[in-house]
Nanobody
Framework: QVQLVESGGGLVQPGDSLMLSCAASGSGFSSHVMGWHRQAPGKPRELVASITRNFAAIYADSVKGRSAISRDNSKNTLYLQMNSLKPEDTAVYYC???????WGQGTQVTVSS
């Protein structure tokens, strides 16, 4: 029973920072490729960042340099640190297990003055 549960979203002002978390249930987390995706109204879902079991990470150009994806395998948890947030970052953020195809329910991030 694979389950992904995101948390940490909310309403923030431009320039603020936040940390998103994704708690994963089930076995095999430490061996899975994990990622964060986001979807804004009227736009397709897009990759934000992903990380392998060996901690190699890739980022979308739109967040590169101000975001960091990480994982704590002892806690079966995936993280996304986002700094210098912009209104364009407003979207529903989803945790994704690329190895199993599972998705979380999403957490809303709204960046507005």
């Amino acid at each position: 029973q694979v389950q992904l549960v995101e948390s940490g979203g909310g309403l923030v002002q431009p320039g603020d920072s936040l940390m998103l978390s994704c708690a994963a249930s089930g076995s095999g987390f430490s061996s899975h490729v994990m990622g964060w995706h986001r979807q804004a109204p009227g736009k397709p879902r897009e990759l934000v960042a992903s990380i392998t079991r060996n901690f190699a990470a890739i980022y979308a150009d739109s967040v590169k340099g101000r975001s960091a994806i990480s994982r704590d395998n002892s806690k079966n948890t995936l993280y996304l640190q986002m700094n210098s947030l912009k209104p364009e970052d407003t979207a529903v953020y989803y945790c994704h297990d690329l190895s199993t195809g599972s998705w979380g329910q999403g957490t809303q991030v709204t960046v507005s003055s």
